[in-house]
């Protein structure tokens, strides 16, 4: 199983790759997850990256393919993986997909977590986080018992300082320009697959199993 999960910030593609790790045990694979590593670890890789991070630059495709092109000689890999926060757009994909067909690992699905807009927005300018056990509330749709004080352990709830609905629209405004070519790319291929990404996390879960049978 190789897929890659395309959706904006907030759209709760990350939850959906953590439940698909747990059912189908294959790793999930996030690029800022393999940046942060590389450097933390000091690989020639991670040195080329922190250079490039440390300038103010953006870190180029080529290391991150290389990266990625590492993960998956992991033995973890070798029955699948979920690719999550790359390819952003359609150099990338391109670029992706020339590095899998040189492993013989062509990609199988990019399935896409659909959102409205708006509920993205509700979503995120609503998240409280507990500072303690890291449980996730929402002031909107899921709010905690007492305000600002988590349900589980009575730790106190914070909100990231970037959850705001002036950066969020600018985030979205961004991911539309990127991922819009993306969704073509992949529907030309016979690879996309939507998913209706409001509502129950379960059943949005299911519906992304559906697709994967």
């Known amino acids: 199983m190789r897929i890659i999960l395309l959706g904006a910030p907030g759209s709760g593609k990350g939850t959906q790759a953590q439940m ?3 059912k189908y045990q294959i790793p999930q694979i996030s690029t ?3 940046l942060r590593a590389a450097v933390s670890s000091g690989t020639e890789l991670g040195k080329k990256a922190k250079s490039v991070m440390d300038a ?3 870190v180029s495709d080529d290391i991150v393919l290389g990266m990625i092109k590492e993960r998956l000689a992991e033995n973890d890999a070798k029955n699948g993986f979920i690719l999550d926060g790359f390819p952003r757009n359609q150099t990338q994909a391109i670029a992706l997909d020339e590095l899998l067909s040189e492993l013989n690992w062509p990609l199988e699905s990019a399935i896409l977590i659909n959102v409205n807009k708006e509920d993205i927005v509700e979503r995120i300018v ?5 500072a303690d056990c890291k449980q996730v509330y929402n002031t909107f749709t899921s709010p905690p018992a007492t305000e600002d004080v988590c ?3 009575g730790g106190e ?9 002036e950066t969020i629209r600018k985030r979205l405004d961004v991911y539309e320009e990127q991922t819009a070519p993306l969704i073509e790319y992949f529907t030309k291929q016979n690879k996309l697959h939507s998913v209706e990404g409001s509502g129950d996390i379960k059943e949005i879960f299911g519906a992304v199993c559906r697709i994967l049978k």
């Open 151 to 153: 349900d589980k352990c």
């Open 157 to 165: 709830l914070t909100h990231r300082a970037d959850d705001n609905e």
């Open 32 to 34: 800022g997850d393999l």
């Open 20 to 22: 698909l790790v747990e």
């Open 126 to 130: 609503g998240r409280r986080t507990c």
């Open 56 to 58: 103010g630059q953006l």
